[in-house]
Structures are given as structure tokens and as C-alpha cells.
């Protein structure tokens, strides 16, 4: 499936979700195990965040073996998740990439928190979070000295998916040559918890 088209699949998707989730009605999922313990195919692959609140099968109402997940803190590029994207990628044939960031993000909060107030009480495993989500913030701290931590909690969450997607690109050689190619797809987007609303950045 090319990335288009996936890409039309997720906001279908997450409209269905939103529609499925207003007024306290119960949203449902269409699964299916039969089939799929002989392999995989999914048409998308999404990075994102741990947050329990952000579970990508469901905010894009997709069923077993539809998508492909990488959760972290934060939605941060590392080694590991780099690794999980070209996997797929190289595997299944999967041409959309989403960095899936949200509104209310901890690894977020934190990282403007320790700019602000520079607090040393992070363990060096969350600091380790903190330290790859800083470059992003950081500007978005220093340029918006009058900004509310709200507002800057939101830009930053931007600022930090948009960094993750270029460095699926830069730090993938990989992945920069199927791009080349036109065989992949790499967008950055947003949930709000608040609607239940993805925004891709694809425009």
C-alpha cells in the first residue's frame, strides 16, 4: 500500500474514532486473528509515545496487524527505534512513517522543567530522555521568554516530533535512500487528548 493511501486510511480512521468516542458512546474495534500468525503486513508504522492515554490502535481505530508500533517516552529517536522503523520498512514493504506526538506530554514537561527551573533530581535514565528531546525545546525555551509554560509545552511537543522525523532521515542511511526513492514516507503529527483529534503535519 503506498503511503497516500495509508496515510488516507489513519485519518478514516481517527474520525471513526472520534465519532465512536463523543457523547459516551463505545467505540469498536474490528479484529481479526485468523491469518495473521503466518506474518504481518502492516501498512503503517508509528512511532510514539508511551503515554497510556496515546494507544495507536486505538486513536486511528485499526485492528490487529494493521499498524506498527514503536513506543517510547517521549516519541525520541534512538538507535533502537531507528533499527524497529527500517525493520519494517525493509520487511513488510510499509511506506508511511508517522512520529506521533500529544498534547500533556511528561517526557515534555520535564524537558521544559529542566530548562527552566534546572532541576537535578531526574534519574540518568530519565535524564537520558530529557538530554535527546532538549535540542528541540531548548530553542522554543530561549525564543519565547514571555510564553506560558503551557504554550511552551505545546510548541515544544511540535518542535520535538518535527525533530524526530528528520532524525529518522539524517541518522538512517537507509531510510534517507528509500526516501530518495520515493518508497517511503516520513510525517510528524499530533493527538490531542483533549479531542481525540490527529493533525498530520503532511501539508
Same mark, same amino acid.
Given at each position: 500500500?503506498?503511503?497516500?493511501?495509508?496515510?488516507?486510511?489513519?485519518?478514516?480512521?481517527?474520525?471513526?474514532?472520534?465519532?465512536?468516542?463523543?457523547?459516551?458512546?463505545?467505540?469498536?474495534?474490528?479484529?481479526?486473528?485468523?491469518? #495473521?500468525? &503466518?506474518?504481518?503486513?502492516?501498512?503503517?508504522? =508509528?512511532?510514539?509515545?508511551? *503515554?497510556?492515554?496515546? +494507544? $495507536?490502535?486505538?486513536?486511528?481505530?485499526?485492528?490487529?496487524?494493521?499498524?506498527?508500533?514503536?513506543?517510547?517516552?517521549?516519541?525520541?529517536?534512538?538507535?533502537?527505534?531507528?533499527?524497529?522503523?527500517?525493520?519494517?520498512?525493509?520487511?513488510?514493504?510499509?511506506?508511511?512513517?508517522?512520529?506521533?506526538?500529544?498534547?500533556?506530554?511528561?517526557?515534555?514537561?520535564?524537558?521544559?522543567?529542566?530548562? #527552566?527551573? &534546572?532541576?537535578?533530581?531526574?534519574?540518568?535514565? =530519565?535524564?537520558?530522555?530529557? *538530554?535527546?528531546?532538549? +535540542? $528541540?525545546?531548548?530553542?522554543?525555551?530561549?525564543?519565547?521568554?514571555?510564553?506560558?509554560?503551557?504554550?511552551?509545552?505545546?510548541?515544544?511537543?511540535?518542535?520535538?516530533?518535527?525533530?524526530?522525523?528528520?532524525?529518522?532521515?539524517?541518522?538512517?542511511?537507509?531510510?534517507?535512500?528509500?526516501?530518495?526513492?520515493?518508497?517511503?514516507?516520513?510525517?510528524?503529527?499530533?493527538?490531542?487528548?483533549?479531542?481525540?483529534?490527529?493533525?498530520?503535519?503532511?501539508?
Amino acid at each position: 500500500m503506498d503511503a497516500d493511501k495509508a496515510l488516507k486510511l489513519l485519518k478514516e480512521g481517527n474520525k471513526r474514532y472520534i465519532e465512536g468516542t463523543a457523547d459516551g458512546a463505545e467505540i469498536t474495534i474490528k479484529t481479526r486473528r485468523q491469518g #495473521i500468525e &503466518d506474518g504481518q503486513n502492516p501498512f503503517a508504522i =508509528v512511532l510514539g509515545c508511551s *503515554d497510556s492515554r496515546v +494507544p $495507536a490502535e486505538l486513536v486511528f481505530n485499526r485492528g490487529l496487524g494493521d499498524l506498527f508500533v514503536i513506543r517510547v517516552a517521549g516519541n525520541i529517536v534512538a538507535p533502537s527505534q531507528i533499527g524497529s522503523v527500517e525493520f519494517a520498512c525493509q520487511h513488510f514493504g510499509t511506506q508511511l512513517v508517522v512520529v506521533l506526538g500529544h498534547s500533556h506530554c511528561g517526557a515534555i514537561n520535564a524537558t521544559v522543567e529542566a530548562l #527552566i527551573d &534546572d532541576p537535578d533530581d531526574l534519574s540518568p535514565n =530519565v535524564a537520558s530522555i530529557v *538530554d535527546r528531546v532538549t +535540542p $528541540a525545546v531548548h530553542p522554543i525555551v530561549v525564543q519565547n521568554p514571555n510564553a506560558s509554560k503551557d504554550e511552551l509545552v505545546h510548541k515544544a511537543m511540535r518542535a520535538n516530533v518535527e525533530q524526530s522525523v528528520k532524525g529518522l532521515q539524517m541518522r538512517s542511511r537507509i531510510l534517507r535512500n528509500m526516501i530518495k526513492k520515493n518508497q517511503i514516507k516520513i510525517i510528524g503529527a499530533e493527538y490531542s487528548i483533549e479531542s481525540g483529534v490527529v493533525d498530520f503535519y503532511d501539508s
